[in-house]
């Protein structure tokens, strides 16, 4: 079935963002049934190079879907601002069967699993009138099953490539490497700087939305821990897990914000959006301290010093404009995480994956795997597909399963993240200094601190490596239940650095 619509503005997908759209289909210059088609058109052009899809969502539903919405809009009724406007889902997030979308994780051994209800946050969406296009492509299981292997790939969509990058990954390049679009929200990233959606919705553990994002020219931003519901999300530690964005601006992330959080229109976190620093107090980190090592990132000196040059640029840049500015601020760096010599962060990792995967699975209406043994069996007897020779590991998932952690001990290490990255980390750097953010490169370890203290983390776009294309950004880190100071930062950094671009190969083939 092909989506037919009637003659209709044509929109430029790399560039136009929600907020545009919802002004064009109240203007009556586009249809949600338009939209689609030119989306779709998208994904059909660029995706057989970039992979950034699972699947996407059989366009007899596609149809059913935009017409109804089109109808309310014409009738008056109107769900929200994002109402008739396209988005793309992880897939790790759980979509029951009626919506015609797998919940694989890019797991062969989960791709006809059936989830018995959508995850809370779909419910969210669909009720927010928003239409699901398709599943994005992820690192298989989140980036939960080995180690130091590639990122963005998964069995079931292959390896996504960044829209970006000029020759697409070095084949000899690190897990993170400078030509890896990263993970595990790669495809969450990737799609929406290609054009496939105006936005997304992602999920991070530890970097997972932040550094794709940081590396697609988008802003994006994981929350506070619990604020948004991980019901139905496949998990790897609800400790640490949260979804959240992927946008084009600011205006999209503090409206689809709204969305996922349940969030009173009195209080949407689109009033944050004050384009000024002029109320904010801001600390930064130094770039040459903040960055990922050498076993993350294949050293090149050309990019490290390109970053390192322009994230000192920006903060001067801040420096002029904010409430107050403090430079390089001695936050703990994420080796202070370790307790006794061991990682608490992947000790917390290790001990939740293997009993709250298993939760999830036998909660499955149907599933060839119930528990973490069999998806490591499964793995094994169809190695040739799951265990190929560019990422034949499952070690994660091995560790998991032969961890045997006293409850005694799994609390003294959350408990020790808990500490070092609130009360000893940022909490301190806040009230020492007396600042209400602390920015940092996002290609480090803000993301773990992040994580190990549950607290929110954004992220915004600022260049380009010459090297190579790719884009990189900043990130801000607030207070735990800080979002709407964090949106009122990437609004400030919107209105005061150049706009995003689109990615140069895919503008000049459209």
């Known amino acids: 079935m092909t989506i037919t619509t009637k003659s209709e503005k044509a929109v430029d997908v790399l560039t136009i963002d929600a907020q545009c759209l919802k002004k064009l289909l109240e203007n009556g210059d586009v249809t949600s049934l338009g939209l689609v088609g030119q989306y779709l058109a998208q994904i059909e052009k660029h995706d057989g190079k970039l992979h950034a899809m699972i699947q996407t969502t059989p366009k007899d539903l596609l149809e059913a879907t935009a017409k109804l919405l089109d109808q309310e809009r014409a009738a008056g009724r109107i769900r929200g601002p994002l109402h008739g406007i396209p988005i793309l889902i992880k897939d790790n997030i759980a979509t029951h069967p009626d919506l ?18 959508n995850a809370k946050i779909i419910d969210q969406i669909i009720a927010a009138g928003l239409i699901i296009l398709g599943k994005a492509n992820l690192a298989e299981f989140a980036n939960a099953r080995g180690s130091d292997m590639p990122n963005g790939w998964s069995a079931v969509g292959g390896q996504t490539q960044s829209a970006y990058v000029r020759g697409g990954i070095d084949p000899n390049d690190s897990h993170d490497g400078h030509s890896n679009p990263s993970g595990s929200s790669t495809g969450s990233a990737v799609s929406v700087s290609a054009g496939y959606a105006p936005f997304s919705i992602g999920t991070e553990t530890d970097g997972s939305l932040t ?29 640490f897990d949260s979804a959240g964005p992927m946008t084009k601006s600011s205006y999209d992330l503090a409206a689809l914000l709204d969305v996922i959080t349940a969030r009173d229109p009195s209080e949407s976190y689109t009033k944050n959006l004050t384009r000024s620093w ?3 107090a801001v600390a930064v980190l130094d770039p040459e301290i903040w960055k990922f090592p050498e076993t993350y990132v294949k050293p090149l000196d050309e990019a490290e010093a390109q970053i390192a040059r322009e ?8 420096k002029s404009k904010a409430k107050k500015f403090v430079n390089d601020v001695d936050l703990v760096t994420e080796d202070k995480l370790e307790l006794n010599g061991e990682s608490s962060e992947w000790k917390i990792i290790l001990a939740d994956t293997k009993r709250e995967l298993n939760a999830y699975l036998e909660d ?41 952690m006293s409850s005694e001990d799994y609390d003294r290490h959350l408990a020790h993240l808990r500490q070092v990255a609130r009360d000893e980390g940022v909490d301190r750097v806040l009230n020492t200094y007396g ?69 140069p190969e895919l503008v000049a083939s459209s």
């Open 100 to 117: 015609g979308l797998p919940t694989s994780v890019g797991s062969l051994a989960l791709l006809n699993s059936k989830p018995r209800k």
């Open 211 to 239: 550094i794709p994002a940081g590396r697609a020219a988008l802003y994006t931003i994981k929350p506070t821990i619990g604020l948004v519901s991980s019901s139905g999300i496949v998990p790897i530690s609800t400790k």
């Open 311 to 318: 994230t000192r640029q920006a903060y001067e840049v801040i």
């Open 435 to 503: 600042v209400d953010v602390i920015l940092g490169p996002t290609d480090s370890g803000l993301t773990s601190i992040a994580a190990a203290g549950g607290l929110p983390l954004c992220s915004m776009p600022l260049g380009y490596l010459d090297y190579n294309g790719r884009p990189f950004g900043v990130s801000a880190i607030a207070g735990r239940n800080q979002e709407a100071l964090l949106v009122k930062v990437m609004s400030a950094w919107e209105a005061t650095f150049p706009s995003r671009r689109p990615p």
């Open 364 to 404: 499955l209406e149907e599933s060839e795997v119930r528990s973490l043994a069999e998806i490591i069996d499964y793995n094994i007897k169809h190695a040739v597909k799951e265990l190929p020779s560019h990422h034949p590991r499952q070690d994660t998932f091995t560790n998991s399963q032969e961890l045997d």
């Open 278 to 280: 002029s109320d904010i």
